[in-house]
């Protein structure tokens, strides 16, 4: 079936450093790709979204292109600051499926000051 | 706020007691999921609404496990004998419904915490 796989947490980084969480996917179909963010004592929080191949999804710095050719979804951000600590949660939707959402088992990030 | 809520935030009970969950959705969202966490996990899939059918069930949900959403607006989630291996983070979350093969972007609330002793 579905599955995304992602790279195993914490990362630590300090302010201001570059961001990358590997994000892997298998899907049979033609799956739609997110990130979704957890902050401490928050709900899940939709990140980003691309849609089909090559789309490259952005919000608050992070952007993450779809690679279709690598299965791959990675997350980016240039330069973090410590509000961004959270545990980071790649996931796909099963289109045909009513749309139900397979995640991974997330990243933890800290950032010091 | 106008988000998805949850009722209780969180639940502690005895193994083999009975719980029930509420979910209150985003009022003009048609589809309605529920998912599991676990710590250091993501979120599983169990069930999702559209509208009241209930239209999937994942091999997670056990018989113990029932779902309903009566009127189309909340759902409910009841466990029932509970056991130790349901403690749990329980997510719900609703999504307008899209066009065919379009792509819904689930909003979900803030869960409720199970633990069974």
């Known amino acids: 079936g579905d599955s995304v796989t992602q790279m195993e947490g914490p990362v630590t980084l300090s302010e201001e450093a570059f961001l990358t969480i590997n994000c892997t996917y298998t899907?049979?179909?033609?799956?739609?790709l997110f990130w979704y963010v957890q902050y401490p004592g928050e709900g899940l929080q939709l990140l980003l979204k691309?849609?089909?191949?090559?789309d490259k999804g952005s919000n608050k710095g992070f952007e993450a292109t779809y690679r279709k050719e690598t299965t791959s979804f990675h997350l980016e951000k240039g330069s973090v600051q410590v509000s961004d600590s959270a545990v980071y949660f790649c996931?796909?939707?099963?289109?045909?499926?009513?749309?139900?959402?397979?995640f991974g088992a997330g990243t933890r990030l800290f950032v010091k000051a | 706020d106008t988000g998805v809520s949850q009722n209780p935030r969180h639940k502690i009970t005895k193994r083999g007691q009975n719980v029930t969950f509420r979910c209150d959705p985003i009022?003009?969202?048609?589809?309605l999921y529920w998912y599991r966490q676990t710590l250091g996990q993501g979120p599983e899939f169990l069930t999702y609404?559209?509208?009241?059918?209930?239209?999937?069930k994942s091999r997670l949900l056990s018989d113990r496990f029932s779902a309903e959403r009566p009127k189309g607006s909340f759902s409910t989630l009841e466990i029932q004998r509970t056991e130790q291996g349901d403690s749990a983070m329980y997510l719900c979350?609703?999504?307008?419904?899209?066009?065919?093969?379009?792509?819904?972007?689930?909003?979900f609330g803030p869960g409720t915490r199970l633990t069974v002793l």
């Open positions: 899907a049979t179909g033609y799956p739609s």
């Open positions: 996931a796909l939707s099963d289109g045909g499926g009513g749309f139900k959402t397979i």
């Open positions: 009022s003009e969202h048609n589809r």
């Open positions: 979350a609703s999504s307008p419904t899209g066009l065919a093969g379009s792509t819904d972007t689930q909003y």
């Open positions: 691309a849609t089909k191949a090559d």
């Open positions: 609404f559209q509208n009241e059918a209930q239209l999937e």
